[in-house]
């Protein structure tokens, strides 16, 4: 038996989180949420160099662990 295919009017999109364009939320994406592998890779870029950091609050470091 076949999949059955979700009629256009019933498809998912969100915002990418990259571009910020119209992307399909479905399985047949594979590059959800992304809107697809350009935009994915990107984002695996920033990731891989550390462009996503939290800032660390005063206080939270590990005791004894000093940084030089």
């Known amino acids: 038996m076949a ?9 998912k999109t969100v915002r ?4 910020g364009g119209a992307s399909v939320y479905a399985p047949d994406n594979r590059f ?3 809107c697809g592998e350009r935009c994915r890779q990107i984002d695996l870029g920033a990731w891989a160099s550390e462009s996503f ?3 660390e ?3 939270q470091s590990d005791p004894g662990f000093e940084q030089s």
């Open 16 to 19: 990418c989180p990259t571009c």
């Open 57 to 59: 609050k005063e206080g």
């Open 32 to 34: 959800r949420p992304f």
């Open 3 to 11: 999949p059955r295919r979700v009629p256009d009017e019933d498809v």
């Open 53 to 55: 950091k939290l800032p």
